[in-house]
């Protein structure tokens, strides 16, 4: 009899209209492949050398305010520009390239240059709430933007080019790729159940179980039944909602303490501080009524089996499609084990 969870399979991605291959009897594999060294997890509260911390000058020639809380910046060396000129390329009917315009923020998301998102108190996690809804607010305001992603790399295995905790905002003019998908299965479902699709994915999964991780009174944490990542995460909102600024003040702060649970538990995995690539999708703004979107937030890892070995997407999954190892259903049961309690702080605890 066929066993989602002992034999090959593909698994269909409902926000995207992707399938990927999960292949549950490779985790028995045994690794000799590359293995990461693990970042030193010793940094000082202040450096003099980081251009993000307080009072220091960026690469610009800027120098920064001597912030406490959150700090906002134009990117030194943005991807996107908003004095790009108008214009269009286009050679034998098949080449084409047209301009795009848009701007990147940086947040500082605290003034101690130690930090990550999980050591942050519950009062500044709020406050990084509060500047992600202002820069969305303030951003929705420019009729020429159209999208507007809100994101975190945390780890230099994922490219991160400062230790210092932050993140990043670029707001542009064309819809990504991926938003554009997730606006066609979500608007399509709405039309057709004038319910939100992730109300009814979420809970789907509410009821079975077995793919949630934690969850409070405003929003629930879940590995994704069509997950790529080995613990992949997707925070839902419980209320139907489009974009961050529809968030009450209660909503709000949930959002801040579910941050602070999933990231604690990520740290707790493998006793570091934990990598990833994570971000809201929101609803595109200017672009008119978009009733079904959802918001959501995922979060994408790339640690395998231990702190030092990362899950690479290579061969296979960039030829043909992604697949999996790890099934959903093993990594949320892993991840609903952790403990909510900081390994730093119990370390410290039990000195």
């Given at each position: 009899m066929f066993d989602y969870k002992e034999h090959?399979?593909?698994?269909?991605?409902?926000?995207?209209?992707?399938?990927?291959?999960?292949?549950?009897?490779?985790?028995?594999?045994?690794?000799?492949?590359?293995?990461?060294?693990?970042?030193?997890?010793?940094?000082?509260?202040?450096?003099?050398?980081?251009?993000?911390?307080p009072g220091n000058v960026r690469a610009d020639g800027d120098t920064n305010p001597a912030y406490t809380d959150s700090f906002v910046f134009t990117n030194d060396f943005a991807a996107l520009l908003h004095d790009t000129p108008e214009g269009a390329f286009t050679a034998g009917g098949l080449l084409q390239a047209k301009s795009e315009r848009g701007t990147c923020r940086v947040i500082s998301f605290s003034p101690d240059h130690s930090l990550t998102l999980p050591e942050i108190s519950m009062e500044g996690l709020v406050k990084v709430v509060e500047v992600w809804q202002r820069e969305f607010a303030a951003l929705s305001a420019d009729p020429t933007?159209?999208?507007?992603?809100?994101?975190?790399?945390?780890?230099?295995?994922?490219?991160?080019?400062?230790?210092?905790p932050h993140g990043q905002i670029w707001a542009q003019s064309a819809l990504p790729l991926e938003i554009v998908k997730e606006t066609r299965e979500q608007?399509?479902?709405?039309?057709?159940?004038?319910?939100?699709?992730?109300?009814?994915y979420l809970q789907l999964e509410q009821n079975e179980g077995e793919r949630m991780v934690i969850g409070n009174e405003h929003f629930a944490v879940v590995v994704p039944f069509w997950a790529v990542w080995p613990y992949e995460t997707m925070i839902i909102s419980k209320r139907h909602v489009q974009n961050i600024l529809q968030f009450s003040e209660a909503e709000r702060t949930a959002f801040a303490a579910i941050l602070k649970q999933l990231t604690?538990?990520?740290?707790?995995?493998?006793?570091?501080?934990?990598?990833?690539?994570?971000?809201?999708?929101?609803?595109?703004?200017?672009?008119?009524?978009?009733?079904?979107?959802?918001?959501?937030?995922?979060?994408?890892?790339?640690?395998?089996?231990?702190?030092?070995?990362?899950?690479?997407?290579?061969?296979?999954?960039?030829?043909?499609?992604?697949?999996?190892?790890?099934?959903?259903?093993?990594?949320?049961?892993?991840?609903r084990g952790l403990s909510d309690v900081h390994y730093k702080l119990a370390q410290k605890e039990a000195e």
């Open positions: 090959p399979h593909n698994r269909y991605n409902l926000l995207t209209g992707d399938w990927i291959l999960v292949s549950p009897h490779r985790t028995k594999r045994p690794w000799q492949g590359k293995v990461e060294p693990v970042p030193p997890d010793n940094r000082p509260a202040y450096d003099p050398k980081c251009y993000l911390c933007i159209n999208h507007i992603q809100i994101f975190e790399n945390k780890g230099e295995i994922m490219g991160c080019s400062n230790p210092h608007e399509q479902y709405f039309a057709e159940h004038g319910r939100s699709l992730l109300t009814d604690t538990r990520y740290d707790n995995l493998f006793n570091i501080s934990f990598p990833y690539s994570a971000g809201m999708h929101q609803a595109p703004v200017n672009d008119g009524e978009h009733p079904g979107w959802h918001w959501h937030m995922h979060f994408y890892p790339p640690l395998l089996r231990s702190a030092t070995v990362k899950k690479f997407m290579v061969g296979y999954e960039m030829l043909a499609s992604p697949q999996r190892d790890i099934t959903a259903e093993w990594a949320a049961e892993k991840l």
